[in-house]
């Protein structure tokens, strides 16, 4: 029995402790708006928040975030979360949206360190997030965006 | 992504014949009923609920004011579902902010593509083209219906009676009451026999840029895609598929898998041996301790280099005639410049960002499946067939897509066939959750086709084409379809050979031959079909030409275009908007390129930066017409999306055989763009009235040729076959 805090809540998963956290949220906890991309952390559709900070859930093993505080997009929250979010909406970034969860995840890591960010840190912050639709532009645009509504 | 091609040609608006079928009036007013399946349809098994109005399939309008549009396409991010519910929002005068919309279920006779005829499915950019006219009759009626609902309870003139924004009124007695609260009424409302479209000036939604549906629930982790599905007692299936195409099971060992915890039951089927798990992680473990013998004897052996090398061979004899005007070879003995030049394309995957998975749930007396479904017809066919069913005992439910680029639409529907396979082998004892992971996506085949091109062409002392001859060796992409008959003349494939003989270009003289290529490897159509190699090479070759003329590459276009002037106008606007004529500094370079593909026409310019600096595209300026832009920021989106999705290709992307294995596997070596590679883009919309045309498809084929003819223009290095070889920019 493994025991994760996941979105403030404790849960306590019958899993291995090899098994990926992107798995475990997926198909023990129901909590699927983290998404399968590639499954060797070069997509990045697959985002969450250990800590606050960005993480590839898919090739992260439960065990290695026992104690840590784990956030995914269905809870993500607070100042800098709502102003990524109403960008994003304002600026109809998605298309199909499948990576959107992740982008948003990696978006407000990088901008709550990061209150300015120029289009080189923002294609820095972003490198690991693959839009196969190729949404960059608004993407950009976005981070922006929100960066000027938490100015 | 479905045959437009075939389509530009026959059937572009076979609509149009039943849509004048009893008109009795003047242009825009049509006779209702024949072919909108109101109230009654055969889908209505139950009455809607109390206070529900649902005029007919695709519309339903709530007491909470809701107006859901009922979309007969599918949403793989294309932006379909909005532009459809604006149609029905603009006749309607509903209120946008109240606008929803829900997938039609599988039914060709009431969703039927106008475009493919009895066939419900998306593809070919014709989800605008073919609902231009009807879902705005859908809106007009229900606002009729509804003027009329108020006019009888009120007791008032209808002429007296307006709506707008969802609310309707009457404003000599000051009565209003919204759709909701009129829903009860409007329904019992006969349909309208007639109705009559607005006029462009009178749109109030067309043209402007209204939010999209779907943004809310994709930016929080809310919208559902087929890999979010869970049914009770679900199991994941993951295949073990052959690693050459065409291998079959000689026998198969499950003593290793069956020990993986979770791992339910292994199985065979036509394609290979599926392993069940309790959940995704298990099946994936599951299938790498599985072990199977494979019988290869009837499988691809070759590499990439050896199918080249016959692709030459193929190319030196006689191949079909495609087009055949003028005299090509006469004039090209005449010519005073002659360029010849061959290209080559590799195999491509589409790899969407959610790989192809799909549910059933299957029992004796019928079958429900969940997919990112964008052929349903086809795939409730392909389904019935697996199982022994009729197929109005498939029930699909189609539900947003991450993505497909062609993938999900296959004629053949392997990924379908696969599900229906395994929900048979289990005697449909549990559902099924069909997964494939991204190895097997880039791995698995359907690829854009390998293509071989050879043109020699020429221009006259005075600087005019002289001659072209092309010769082009592919797959066929249709061939063994059941769309084979509509694409396939003689042998040549439309697919293969669209954007040349068809080209808006004044080419007086020339001859296209082609050769079909046979392989084991299954081909598909990728987002732009034949348009995503033959316009690289007419782009190309016409730059090489306006150089050898010594003309201006825009101006030697503008030249060929002189009878096309929607055509010529793109290539104006986005030489203009470029600054075509300024000065780049030292190691920079322009280029252009135009091309006409799904009705639709688009130029690019692109600014590069060539080495010894990075190699890098700095700008893209495009300017397109499609006819009305029915949202103008979806129409940007998909050319800003169509740029960052073929940019990889042009610059990167290629699937390569080892004695007949894929070589790539993953995002690591089948990469597409990332943020730091994306240009600055900018669209121009030209302002049209002409009716839409296609959007989501057309922005891919000008790229990879603006881009290398900007790298000419920098470096006088000229890059033909796809993807670049940077490195021969030193």
């Known amino acids: 029995m493994i025991t994760l805090t996941i979105n403030g809540r404790t849960e306590q998963l019958d899993v291995s402790p090899e098994t990926p956290l992107l798995w475990a949220l997926r198909d023990r906890l129901n909590l699927t708006g983290t998404k399968y991309g590639c499954g060797r952390a070069m997509c990045g559709a697959c985002t969450v928040h250990v800590d606050g900070e960005a993480a590839r859930s898919c090739s992260i093993m439960v065990g290695e975030v026992v104690g840590k505080r784990i956030t995914t997009i269905e809870a993500v929250s607070g100042r800098v979360a709502d102003a990524v979010k109403l960008a994003w909406q304002r600026l109809d970034v998605v298309q199909c949206g499948y990576c959107q969860s992740g982008q948003i995840m990696s978006a407000i890591t990088l901008l709550s360190a990061n209150k300015r960010p120029t289009d080189a840190d923002i294609d820095a912050s972003m490198e690991g997030n693959i839009c196969r639709c190729g949404t960059y532009v608004r993407i950009r645009h976005a981070i922006h965006e929100a960066a000027k509504a938490l100015a | 992504m479905i045959p437009l091609g075939f389509a530009n040609k026959v059937a572009i608006r076979p609509s149009r014949r039943a849509f004048l079928k009893g008109a009795t009036a003047a242009a825009g007013t ?12 055969a889908l209505a098994q139950t009455a809607p609920p109390q206070g529900v109005f649902e005029p007919n399939v695709f519309l339903k309008i709530g007491a909470d ?30 209120d946008w902010s109240k606008m929803r919309f829900e997938f039609a279920p599988n039914n060709a006779k009431l969703y039927n593509n106008l475009v493919f005829g009895p066939v419900m499915a998306t593809g070919g950019s014709t989800s605008m083209v073919n609902s231009w006219v009807q879902m705005r009759q859908v809106g007009a009626a229900a606002r009729m219906m509804f003027v009329a609902a108020a006019a009888e309870k009120w007791r008032v003139p209808a002429a007296e009676v307006a709506v707008q924004k969802g609310v309707v009124s009457h404003a000599p007695s000051g009565r209003r009451a919204t759709f909701g609260e009129l ?19 009178e749109w109030k939604l067309i043209g402007t840029q209204l939010a999209r549906l779907d943004s809310l629930g994709k930016t929080t982790g809310t919208a559902t895609f087929a890999l979010d599905i869970r049914r009770p007692g679900m199991l994941t299936a993951v295949i073990k598929r052959p690693e050459r195409f065409g291998a079959t099971v000689v026998s198969f060992d499950a003593t290793e898998a069956k020990k993986v915890d979770g791992v339910v039951d292994v199985v ?10 309790r959940d995704t ?9 599985l072990k199977v013998a494979w019988d290869t004897s009837q499988a691809e052996m070759r590499s990439t280099a050896d199918i080249l090398q016959e692709y030459r061979q193929l190319i030196e004899g006689q191949g079909l005639s495609a087009a055949r005007r003028g005299d090509a070879t006469g004039r090209l003995a005449r010519a005073a410049n002659v360029i010849e030049a061959e290209f080559t394309f590799p195999y491509l995957a589409h790899a969407p960002m959610e790989p192809l998975n799909c549910v059933i749930e299957a029992r004796t007396d019928g079958a429900e499946i969940w997919s990112g479904c964008q052929l349903q017809s ?14 109005e005992q498939i029930k699909i439910n189609t539900l947003l897509a991450g993505g497909s680029f062609g993938r999900r639409g296959n004629p053949v529907g392997d990924w379908t066939v696969e599900l229906a396979s395994i929900a048979k082998a289990i005697n449909g004892r549990a559902p099924v959750h069909l997964v494939w992971t991204r190895e097997d996506d880039i791995k698995g085949g359907f690829y854009r086709p390998m293509v071989l091109h050879r043109v020699k062409a020429g221009v006259d002392a005075s600087g005019q084409i002289a001659g072209w001859q092309h010769k082009l060796v592919s797959q066929s992409i249709f061939t063994g379809t059941p769309f084979e008959q509509m694409a396939v003349k003689n042998g040549v494939d ?74 010529a106008a793109v290539v104006r606007l986005a030489a203009e908007k470029a600054g075509w004529n300024s000065s780049l500094p030292r190691g920079k370079g322009r280029g252009i390129a135009y091309h006409y593909s799904f009705n639709t026409r688009i130029a690019m310019v692109a600014e590069v930066t060539t080495p010894p600096s990075a190699f890098k595209v700095d700008r893209i300026v495009a300017a397109v017409d499609c006819g009305v832009a029915i949202n103008p920021d979806i129409v940007t989106a998909q ?17 390569m055989l080892n004695k007949g294995v894929v070589e790539q596997n993953n995002f690591d070596d089948y990469e597409p763009t990332r943020i730091r590679e994306m240009p600055k883009v900018e669209v121009h919309i030209v302002k049209s009235n002409e009716p839409p045309s296609g959007i989501g498809e057309p922005g891919v084929p000008p790229i990879a040729p603006a881009i290398g003819n900007a790298i000419f223009a920098a470096t006088g290095k000229r890059l033909r076959s796809l993807p670049f070889d940077l490195n021969s920019l030193g």
């Open chain 2, 268 to 277: 065979q089927l036509p394609t290979g041996v599926a392993v069940l798990a």
């Open chain 2, 378 to 391: 086809i795939d409730t066919f392909i389904a019935a067939q697996v199982l022994g069913l009729k197929p």
């Open chain 2, 494 to 567: 439309h697919s293969s050979i669209e954007g040349i003989a068809d080209t808006h270009y004044a080419i007086a003289d020339l001859a296209l031959d082609v050769h079909n290529a046979k392989s084991r490897l299954p081909v598909l159509w990728w987002r732009s079909v034949g348009h995503s190699h033959t316009a690289h090479v007419m782009e190309t070759m016409l730059d090489e030409l306006a150089r050898v003329a010594g003309r201006d590459p825009m101006a030697f276009r503008l030249g060929l275009l002189a009878q096309q002037p929607r055509d």
């Open chain 2, 65 to 94: 004011d809701s107006v859901t549009l009922i979309s007969k396409h599918f949403e793989m991010g294309q932006g379909a579902t909005t532009g459809l519910a604006t149609l029905v929002a603009e006749e309607l005068e509903a």
């Open chain 2, 30 to 41: 049509f006779v209702l009923g024949t072919y909108i399946p109101f109230r009654k349809s």
């Open chain 2, 183 to 201: 829903a009860s009424d409007a329904m019992r409302v006969p349909v309208p026999a007639n109705v009559t479209l607005k006029s462009a000036s």
């Open chain 2, 281 to 289: 992680w298990a099946a994936v473990r599951g299938r790498e301790a």
């Open chain 2, 639 to 655: 050319i800003e999306g169509a740029i960052g999705f073929a940019l990889s290709s042009a610059l990167r992307n290629q699937v």
